[in-house]
T-cell receptor, first 118, second 111 residues
């Protein structure tokens, strides 16, 4: 398997622009997670999906952030409008979870997208 | 939420040395993973170990769930072991809290 695939790997944009990050999970995994990593806050969970349904988005910082998972093999994280404080590395991860999404098993991370907002 | 503390925060060792990294957590967990973030930023799975002991080459890990800690052992360290080691835990007692990461141990191996 190719592992979790993220694109783009690097994104530089100007404040106010829309940014879309993309993720393809490992085939067969039924849970998908978006994380953000910064020096100040470390690794934070933004949102996770189980069977394509958003389960918990309490980590999404504000309404400028949105995430979708239209099918089992694709998810997007969108920031509109972007701000300099959104600069970070954004990771997508996938795993198997039990039917009720109570327990998730080993998570596998993609290579991340380094976002810089100027 | 659950608290995850890792120690030491930084560790500098000579190549060939052994090391022990510790992860303490504040509540019962049903999932614990160790990750290595290499100098290029990639997060690599090391162990999925909610309890018990596992070994993989020069690395091994032990989780004592009843005492709320986990240890990662690195033997005969190599320069490629440098990076940040994260412990992450999940608990489901309150709602459905997913992986919470510790602040990491930064390991530097000197040739």
């Amino acid at each position: 398997d190719a592992g979790v695939i993220q694109s783009p790997r690097h994104e530089v944009t100007e404040m106010g622009q829309e940014v879309t990050l993309r993720c393809k999970p490992i085939s067969g995994h039924n849970s998908l997670f978006w994380y953000r990593q910064t020096m100040m806050r470390g690794l934070e969970l933004l949102i996770y999906f189980n069977n394509n349904v958003p389960i918990d988005d309490s980590g999404m910082p504000e309404d400028r952030f949105s995430a979708k998972m239209p099918n089992a093999s694709f998810s997007t994280l969108k920031i509109q409008p972007s701000e300099p404080r959104d600069s970070a590395v954004y990771f997508c991860a996938s795993s198997l979870a039990d039917r009720l999404a109570v327990t998730t098993y080993e998570q596998y991370f993609g290579p991340g997208t380094r976002l810089t907002v100027t | 939420g659950i608290q995850v503390e890792q120690s030491p925060p930084d560790l500098i060792l000579q190549e060939g040395a052994n090391s022990t990294l510790r992860c303490n957590f504040s509540d019962s967990v049903n999932n614990l993973q160790w990750f290595h973030q290499n100098p290029w930023g990639q997060l690599i799975n090391l162990f999925y170990i909610p309890s018990g002991t596992k070994q993989n080459g020069r690395l091994s890990a032990t989780t004592v769930a009843t005492e709320r800690y986990s240890l990662l052992y690195i033997s005969s360290s190599q320069t490629t072991d440098s990076g940040v080691y994260f412990c992450a835990v999940e608990r489901t007692r309150f709602g459905n809290e997913k992986l919470t990461f510790g602040t990491g141990t930064r390991l530097t191996i000197i040739p």
